[in-house]
């Protein structure tokens, strides 16, 4: 037990080592000549412009939540799938019950003009 | 012992039916889109009070406490009480919500209360810690957004915030200690705790940490001293219906949880949670009551009286005994009829005066005899006064004190009844003493309010008359919170 994580352990070490050493050498051996260019910030060869942190339309939080619900049906779903030679009646009823239940919350979203984009 | 199927199912009709219910009211809701939708209010009371019928019908409690579901849920007469008296709630505060077009224009206020109803149900008969943090998550969400309601208004954005800033930290911290108990026993199922807790004989030290985590997640939904902060805030901001909603319906399921896993769950700790439980009753009582008696707003005052009830009602859960539990129970009943009729007189008053000061009430036993003669009964029903429910409540959780050798724990009750009393007199002092210059014009009342109020007065002295009945329906209840 303790031996498996000895291994873990020499790992992370290994693995925090190599990465800083690298970094450290490269700082230290390198060329530094800097010119307004070079340290200009570079995104896919574009001038950034404004801020980084921008107001996002609240609308994709609706869609989002949306498709959450229909997301998580899916997963639920599955393990009904998979035990579907065992079932009774009782168990597709239920199943048949949540998926009415979320469709209903589907028409809900609907009416309510929440997959409209505005 | 096991169900068989159809008992389970029958078992679960109320929930169900909430369920249902629900499903019903959005979708009139998106049907019809216009003036119809005021009577939603009508249609979510009416609901709940079939379905109140509904349980007394399918889901009566067996003479023995029945595990259904798979151990999630407890078939007992203390799930049995709690569910009627959260539905009871639930339909009353739908009537005291009918004129505020803010509210009742949206299905969703409603549709949210309704489930909000549901998770309280669960709670009061969850077996399985799973199933009693889900529950208790079922009831909370929908709860942070009703406080929450009226998004134009600022107060209440605030309340929402605030609300669920509390509940979401306390929440994490009772799941923690949760969590410990499930790695003390290794099972989640309520009823085994003791048994494997003492079987593997858990160190005394690490379930009193549990213990406190535990407290923390509880202490905040019954709104206890130190965890009260939230209260008069969110009661303040919050529309006046949901407000007693939060202080009665949601303060119960509180107490029922609380009972229900501290009883069981801590049993290898007894004389630990009854100081614990007795000290935080003390300085419940002590400190909601004196922080009530300087406020001039009338939501405050009665969020800091509401804390100081929940330490009158924890002192019947500090006696430890059955008798202690059932006049707990009882407490909470009257609690919830007296305080739901507190906060109508208040929404009434707020929607005709435009007030929710002290001032507000000036004069008004002249605009409105009736609405003060029942602002009298539940403010002396709060302040313990016979012939009224409150009084018999707090007979019971004192003499519970008393039998179980706690009599100081009584006496400090006492003591606080009478400084509570002071501040209940200043309101009825402005309702009745104080004149204003609108004396002649009558309050207008609608019809759902006056059937609301009177349901409530009703109530209140029935339950200070005649205790018999409702006094053996808490016994059971507090019998089978005590069981296991």
């Not at chain 2, 007189?345 to 929710?356: A, K, L, N, T, Y």
Request: with cysteine; glycine share 8%; aromatic share 14%.
């Amino acid at each position: 037990m303790l031996a498996d994580w000895l291994y873990i352990g020499i790992f992370l070490i290994i693995s925090l080592f190599l990465p800083s050493v690298a970094l450290i050498v490269a700082g230290i051996l390198g060329p530094k000549k800097p010119n307004p260019v070079k340290n200009s910030t570079y995104e896919c060869g574009v001038e950034t412009f404004g801020e980084s942190l921008t107001q996002f339309k609240v609308q994709y939080y609706l869609y989002a939540l949306v498709f959450l619900v229909f997301d998580v049906e899916a997963i639920f779903l599955y393990p009904w799938a998979v035990a579907y030679q065992v079932q009774t009646v009782f168990y597709v009823v239920e199943a048949i019950i949540f998926v009415l239940i979320l469709l209903f919350a589907l028409w809900y979203a609907w009416r309510k003009g929440a997959l409209e984009w505005v | 012992m096991t169900a068989d199927f159809a008992t389970m199912l029958s078992a679960v009709f109320p929930e169900i039916g909430l369920v249902v219910l629900m499903v019903v009211v959005l979708g009139l809701d998106l049907l019809w889109r216009d003036e119809r939708v005021r009577r939603l209010g009508w249609i979510t009371a009416a609901g709940c009070l079939f379905l109140v019928v509904l349980s007394l019908v399918f889901a009566l409690p067996p003479a023995e406490p029945l595990l259904i579901w798979g151990g999630m849920l407890r078939l007992d007469a203390a799930g049995f009480v709690f569910r009627i008296v959260f539905l009871l709630g639930a339909a009353l505060t739908a009537l005291f919500s009918l004129g505020q077009d803010d509210l009742q224009k949206h299905g969703e206020y409603y549709g949210l209360m309704l489930v909000s109803t549901l998770g309280m149900s669960l709670m009061a008969s969850a077996a399985d810690l799973i199933m009693l943090y889900l529950a208790i998550e079922l009831t909370s969400i929908p709860l942070y957004v009703l406080a929450g309601f009226r998004f134009r208004d600022d107060k209440s954005v605030e309340a929402g915030i605030k609300y669920l800033l509390f509940g979401a930290m306390t929440s994490a911290v009772m799941l923690y200690g949760l969590s410990l108990l499930y790695g003390f026993s290794g099972t989640t199922q309520i009823a085994e705790l003791a048994e494997q807790i003492d079987r593997h004989s858990v160190p005394v030290s690490l379930l009193v940490i549990s213990l406190v985590l535990v407290l923390v997640g509880f202490g905040f939904k019954v709104s206890a001293v130190p965890f009260h902060f939230w209260a008069p805030d969110v009661y303040e901001g919050a529309p006046t219906p949901v407000a007693g909603y939060l202080s009665t319906a949601s303060k119960a399921a509180g107490f029922a949880v609380l009972m229900r896993v501290i009883l069981t769950g801590f049993w290898a700790v007894t004389p630990i949670w009854m100081d614990l439980i007795a000290g935080l009753a003390i300085v419940s009582m002590t400190v909601g009551n004196l922080l009530a008696l300087t406020q001039t707003n009338i939501k405050r005052l009665l969020a800091y009286s509401s804390i100081a009830q929940a330490g009158y009602i924890l002192v019947g859960v500090a006696a430890g005994t059955s008798f202690g539990m059932s006049g707990a129970v009882y407490y909470l009943m009257a609690y919830l009829l007296t305080n739901l009729v507190a906060f109508g007189v208040v929404s009434v008053v707020g929607q005709r005066v435009g007030s929710d000061d002290l001032s507000a009430y000036a004069g008004l036993s002249r605009r409105a005899p009736a609405v003060a003669l029942i602002l009298l009964i539940s403010m002396l029903s709060l302040g313990g006064i016979p012939p009224f429910a409150g009084f018999v409540g707090k007979v019971l959780v004192f003499a519970a004190a008393v039998e179980a050798g706690r009599w100081w724990l009584a006496l400090i009750g006492v003591i606080n009844s009478i400084v509570a009393l002071y501040y209940y007199l200043i309101v009825l002092k402005s309702a009745y003493l104080l004149r204003s210059e609108d004396e002649q014009k009558p309050l207008q009342l609608m019809a759902g309010w006056r059937v609301a109020l009177l349901v409530c007065v009703t109530g209140v002295l029935v339950l200070g008359v005649v205790i018999a009945p409702w006094f053996e329906w808490a016994g059971k209840a507090g019998w089978a919170l005590s069981i296991y």
